[in-house]
Structure formats: structure tokens, C-alpha cells
């Protein structure tokens, strides 16, 4: 299957890290930072000034217009530092090359499966990789690294631009009965790292807003709080999906 590679990008416009690990990635970047973007040297697709406000809505105009000839687009984080696993206890990160095959090999199984998105590991520690559990149809699927096949036509809430990902894997979840993530591999993104992204309106009271508004469009049975973090309160919502489904 063809894939193709994206990244949303906003007031980033040093050059992108993804880009430089992996040139083939395209930022999409609004009009009105076009020009600062290439300066540095980014190879950008302009999104319009009208299609921005948070990222779900970019994301949205990214599967709403840039597939051309593609089976499935590849949405990414602008500052992934890489894409790897764990083989023989020995952690190694895709070439170009390999990333390339990779993921045109996991799109292509994601489509027999009878799924329409796919994804990675969201945790690198070695002590995360299932040796014997290297796939799940039943889990999260990260935004900062994350495929999406041509026929599906679900987008992202753009209500939820905090908790959008989850949202996404949800939605995939009661219409295709799953998603595929690759326990095996995974993406390395520090979130909330640099300045710029979505860190312009993450703050405390928005991740809380965020949360409950996820939790009340699913339900809190499975939408669920982790009452073992040591944060006074997570950000990150536990999903807890029935066997029979959503």
C-alpha cells in the first residue's frame, strides 16, 4: 500500500526535527507562517489560516484533502525524534529506508485485519515491549504517530483537541470493531518539550476540561481515571473496552 507522511506544525518554525530524521515527511504548516517555515529550510504543504484553530481541525483538512494517491496517510508529531523497536532485547531505530517499508507493511496488514487505523507503542522503555503480545486491536492509538487508511471516513473531534487521539481509537473501535497498534514498535516524542504545537493552549484547567468532556461523550465506565498516578490529577484518560465491544 502507498503511504504518505505528515506533520502538523505551528510556531515551530526552526527546522523540524522529525524532518530531519526522516526528509521524506511533509510539514503542514497555516499560510500566514509559510514563509518563516521555509526559511529554515522545512518542506511545507500550506494549510489555509481558515482551516486552523487547534490541531484536531488541521488533522481533519490533512485527511480531508492531501491523500491524492495514497492508501493510507501518515499523521506525526514535528518533533519525533525517531521510530523504532526493541529486537533481541536491542533497541533500533528505523532508517529511512526501513520506516518506509515498515509502514506500508503495517497499513497493508491493518487493511487485511479489516481495520482502517493503526498505530504504535506510545511507551519506548524496554520493560513496555510484549515479546509475546506484539499486536492489540483494543488499544490506544497515539496522535504523535498514527496511520489512517483512504477508505475510512472518520475524523477526528474537534471538540476534543487535548483528548482527540482517544477519541479517534474510540470511534475506530465501534465502527470497524478495533484498531491495530503495533506493541512491538514505537515512537520517540517528548510531549510538551518544546514551545509551539499544541502547547500554545495545553494548561491544567484545559486537560481537565478535556478529560470530562471525553469522559462524557463515552461513558465512565470506560473512560476512566488512573487513581494510581502520583499527579494530583492525570491527564491521560485509561480506556476500558468491553470484550463485546463498544
Known amino acids: 500500500m502507498k503511504v504518505k507522511f505528515y506533520a502538523p506544525s505551528y510556531k515551530r518554525s526552526e527546522k523540524s526535527i522529525s524532518q530531519i530524521k526522516y526528509p521524506f515527511i ?39 484533502n492531501l491523500y491524492d494517491d495514497a492508501d493510507c496517510i501518515i499523521i506525526l508529531d514535528d518533533d519525533c525524534k525517531g521510530v523504532g523497536r526493541w529486537q533481541d532485547q536491542i533497541k533500533k531505530v528505523f532508517n529511512e529506508d526501513e520506516l518506509f517499508d515498515f509502514c506500508e507493511k503495517a497499513s497493508h496488514l491493518c487493511n487485511e485485519y479489516g481495520f482502517k487505523h493503526w498505530g504504535l507503542n506510545c511507551i519506548m522503555d524496554k520493560g513496555a515491549y510484549r515479546e509475546y503480545t506484539p ?9 504523535p504517530f498514527s ?95 468491553p470484550i463485546k465491544g463498544i
Open 147 to 241: 496511520g489512517h487508511l483512504k477508505e475510512s471516513k472518520i475524523r477526528y473531534d474537534e471538540d476534543l483537541p487535548l483528548k482527540e487521539d482517544y477519541d479517534m481509537t474510540l470511534q475506530h473501535m465501534k465502527k470497524y470493531g478495533g484498531a491495530l497498534r503495533f506493541n512491538f514498535a514505537h515512537y520517540d516524542v517528548k510531549q510538551a518539550e518544546q514551545k509551539g504545537g499544541c502547547s500554545a493552549y495545553r494548561n491544567l484547567d484545559y486537560e481537565k476540561e478535556q478529560f470530562f468532556s471525553l469522559q462524557k461523550k463515552w461513558g465512565k465506565d470506560i473512560i476512566k481515571r488512573d487513581l494510581t498516578s502520583k499527579k494530583s490529577f492525570d491527564f491521560n484518560p485509561i480506556l476500558k473496552i
Open 135 to 143: 499486536f492489540g486491536t483494543l488499544q490506544y492509538i497515539g496522535s
Open 26 to 64: 511533509k510539514l503542514v504548516v497555516r499560510e500566514s507562517e509559510a514563509e518563516e517555515y521555509k526559511k529554515n529550510g522545512n518542506d511545507i504543504i500550506i494549510c489555509p489560516d481558515s482551516a486552523q484553530g487547534n490541531v484536531s481541525r488541521i488533522r481533519n483538512w490533512i485527511l480531508d
